[in-house]
């Protein structure tokens, strides 16, 4: 369950990510209203997976789904350069966070 929690906490680091685009230095009230809430969302799952996950493992898996889900969504949303070596960093931080996953047991 704390893995399943943890994946949320990780998406909802995606939503705050991206939509710190949309508040445009939180000057805009809805989308800062949105981006906060999905910060704090994001910050209480993690804690909530903590309690049975090590800190080093939930840490690193909960801000290399941030990474990953960002990064693809500025690809997709905001025309991001996808280049190679791009996608290919971004597959490596992926297969870290599987590794994590695989090797606690």
């Not at 939509?19 to 805009?28: A, P």
Request: proline share 3%.
């Amino acid at each position: 369950m704390a893995w399943i929690v943890l994946c949320v906490a990780g998406l909802f680091e995606v939503g705050w990510a991206i939509g710190l685009k949309y508040t445009e230095g939180f000057s805009k009230l809805w989308p800062s209203v949105g981006t906060v809430a999905a910060m704090v969302a994001s910050v209480l799952l993690l804690g909530w997976a903590m309690r049975s996950l090590p800190v080093g493992t939930a840490y690193a898996v909960w801000t290399g789904i941030g990474a990953v889900g960002t990064a693809v969504l500025g690809i997709v949303l905001f025309g991001e350069p996808a280049t190679v070596a791009r996608l290919a960093c971004l597959g490596l931080i992926f297969a870290g966070i599987v590794g994590l996953k695989v090797t606690h047991g």
